[in-house]
């Protein structure tokens, strides 16, 4: 199966691309063949028109929190809500965001989906720092209007399948609860970071370290792992971290995709191994 992993920005160009790391899954094996930088939403919308079958994980949120969706009034049906997203303006989705935080008391100001409480990632409402809300302005529409099928929140019959990753879950399961391997201010981006990448690579590629991700990895000639560790952004190690949820999920039957029954298809679901662990208290 063709796998690609998806590091995702809200302002692609030159200098900062959407990363899309390329891989072929046989026998359990994923072996990198290709990264694609994508340099514009044209080259995006490009890469989702590529012929199918193929399964990939994109690291930007493909919903926000049913509170704010139901508190605001828009539709809770994720291809008519998604519809009326894509009606409004950058600026005007943004101020729905302001007033809906403005309104709110403090603790409430940056709701999650039950899914990023369980993985611990930042609300999909944040638009500065990380971004995430305007990866999700940006990202979710072109997604929809591909028409790709997008687990879970809109499956179809196409044989293009996109699923929700989120690279921070596999990068704390080997470097621990601070990974702390990447910067994207140049200030900040020390010999220190370079050496985790290294030893990140290392222990990926290692015989068992992706066991719980039933996976063995192998980088193609054209990927060398240098090109991994080398990259102080850290998109490229994310786009495979991406690339390692997508093939462990398409190997998963039980639950589907490793998508439980019970997650809320408004919402979404991140895909990970460590997400089916763990008891569905949040709230």
Known sequence: MRIFGIDFTSAPRKAKPIICIEARLQDHVLTTTQCHPLTSFNDFEAFLDTAGPWVAAFDFPFSLPRHFIETINWPTHWSDFIERVAACSPQE?????????DAQPVGKKHPLRVTDALA??????????????????????RLYRSGISI?????????????????????????????NYKSDTRQKQTQTQQDRRKQFMNTLLSTDALAPYQLTL??????????????PSGDKID???CAIQAAWAYQQTSPAFGIPSHCDALEGWIIDP???????TAT
């Open 93 to 101: 989705f943004e101020l729905t965001i302001s007033r809906y935080r």
């Open 151 to 179: 687990l879970p929140v809109c499956a179809t019959a196409d044989s293009r399948i996109a699923m929700e990753g989120y690279p921070a879950l596999l990068a704390r399961r080997i470097l621990g609860k601070k990974p």
């Open 274 to 280: 460590e997400m089916l662990s763990l008891p569905d």
């Open 218 to 231: 192998q980088l193609d000639d054209s990927v060398c792992s240098d090109s991994f560790s080398g990259d």
């Open 120 to 141: 611990h990632a930042c609300s999909p409402l944040m638009l500065f720092g990380v971004p995430v809300g305007r990866m999700f302005f940006t990202g979710a529409p």
């Open 239 to 241: 786009a495979l971290l």
